[in-house]
């Protein structure tokens, strides 16, 4: 299904036509406890949404399900599993925004369901617990924690490298049973045995499944006052608040692999068919210059586009370090969730002196886009390396390269190379005589010969955050 199709561009309003459908009793139950009710293009995407979640077998499997992303802060609180039942409550005024869901303030902001023993089919060797987040918590605050009890929670990792920790009906709430960087929106997580844990997310080629299973022995579901958006710990006691910002949150009963596919898909209607995030999200692809070699965490330029961008932004970092423009093409034309976000695409570094290939490629990717697409192509940058120094013949296929591009698409296109070798100029941010005279970035900005630095990253992405700016994006 194609992105295009999203709240504010157009498309939800189109489903007002379908409102007279007659609803499942699951859908009429949700319905009866909104107020204000849903318009009827909205009944038809919830009910549509429940519907999944009914024929996969899902539905009563799940304690609650929480569908923060609604539109309007009382709905939204609503537990749809059981309405009037677990319903959250706002506690010290996290930030609500319709068809976006909440956020936390990090030191007293959060929602709660208001029980102590989670409700089954949730037990100990039958559990599971997701989150889409729509926006991560930054990885300087690790630790801070999605959504959790004592025993089972899902948090920003503590390792600091961008991915989370989780627990479920684990031993203690300071252990990690694992830190794998689970790429966001939506993460899972279940255990259908006493044995171990299994993570779900997304992929670096745009798929969704099953990233790993931790051998992970169980040790209970007490004490279990969860929260959203922090964590609810001993004796009553809140801890762990969060920055970040969550779409749809939910546990129950253990999901098998289809279980955990068939869940994101009907999360994935949902949030494509009435939530904003997409809309605004973000996805970049490319190599070891999109996944940030030579970074700090959270400085490789998607990330620090995201800084200088108001409002919450999803991020999708496809970068893979030593990818072509071939590689990145063949995982880009299989993705099929990140094709309605604003595209970034920084491709043909590591096969410029094929420039046909990288035309040909970039020219696929862009047409794979549904129409009306937002995309930028960001220009190929040449390293300290002697072929590559001014008037060298690389050096003047990059520099073509670049040229063709430009041509090609335009507005859509950013020069990055020219602004980074400008640092090395005299008066420039970084100044180096030698690397201004071979038209390469300047050792000061530089992590290696053609890796960036922090500086480095922070240029390209003033770059192209001046395009989306300039786009109104």
Excluded at 213 to 218: E, K, P, W
Excluded at 349 to 374: C, F
């Amino acid at each position: 299904m194609a992105l295009g199709k999203l709240g504010r561009r157009g498309g939800f309003g189109s489903l007002g036509a379908l409102g007279t459908v007659g609803y499942i009793p699951q859908s009429q139950t949700i319905f009866a406890a909104m107020s204000p009710a849903p318009s009827a293009s909205r009944k038809y995407v919830i009910d549509q949404t429940v519907r999944r979640l009914v024929n996969a077998g899902i539905w009563t499997k799940l304690s609650a399900l929480w569908v923060l992303a609604a539109h309007a802060s009382a709905p939204s609180l609503i537990n749809w599993v059981a309405p009037g039942t677990n319903n959250l409550t706002a506690v010290n005024s996290p930030a609500f925004t319709a068809d976006l869901g909440y956020k936390g303030n990090g030191s007293s902001s959060y929602l709660n369901p208001g029980f102590t023993a989670a409700p089954a089919p949730y037990s100990q060797d039958s559990a599971c617990e997701f989150a889409w987040i729509y926006q991560p918590s930054p990885a300087t605050y690790a630790g801070e924690y999605y959504f959790g009890s004592f025993r089972s929670f899902i948090r920003q990792g503590s390792s600091g490298g961008g991915g989370v920790d989780f627990a479920l009906t684990g031993g203690a709430s300071d252990q990690t049973y694992g830190n794998a960087s689970y790429l966001y929106p939506f993460v899972a997580f279940s255990r259908v045995s006493s044995a171990g844990i299994s993570g779900y997310g997304s992929n670096t080629d745009g798929s969704w499944g099953k990233q790993s299973t931790v051998a992970n022995v169980s040790a209970g579901t007490t004490p279990s006052d969860f929260k959203v958006l922090a964590q609810g710990q001993t004796a009553g006691a809140v801890g762990g608040y969060s920055t970040a910002g969550l779409s749809i949150v939910g546990f129950g009963g253990g999901l098998t692999d289809a279980d955990a596919a068939n869940l994101q898909q009907a999360m994935l209607y949902y949030m494509q068919n009435v939530a904003e995030v997409p809309v605004s999200s973000i996805a970049a692809w490319g190599d070891s210059l999109t996944s940030g070699t030579g970074a700090s965490v959270n400085n490789d330029y998607l990330s620090q586009l995201s800084g200088l961008i108001s409002g919450g932004r999803t991020l999708y970092n496809g970068g893979v370090s030593g990818n072509t423009s071939t590689q990145i093409k063949a995982r880009f034309l299989v993705d099929t969730i990140h094709k309605g976000w604003i595209t970034l695409i920084w491709a043909g570094r590591n096969n410029y002196t094929s420039p046909t290939t990288v035309k040909a490629d970039i020219a696929q990717m862009v047409a794979s886009l549904p129409s009306g697409a937002r995309y930028l192509v960001l220009s190929v940058i040449n390293g300290d390396y002697a072929n590559e120094y001014v008037g060298q013949t690389d050096y003047n296929t990059l520099v073509q390269l670049n040229a063709d591009l430009a041509t090609l698409y335009g507005a859509r296109f950013v020069d990055v190379r020219t602004p980074l070798v400008a640092a090395g100029a005299p008066g420039g941010s970084s100044p180096s005589a030698t690397d201004y005279a071979h038209d390469v970035p300047p050792t000061g900005i530089r992590f290696d010969q053609i890796h960036l630095l922090d500086a480095g990253y922070a240029i390209v992405a003033a770059q192209v955050y001046a395009k989306i700016a300039a786009n109104g994006w």
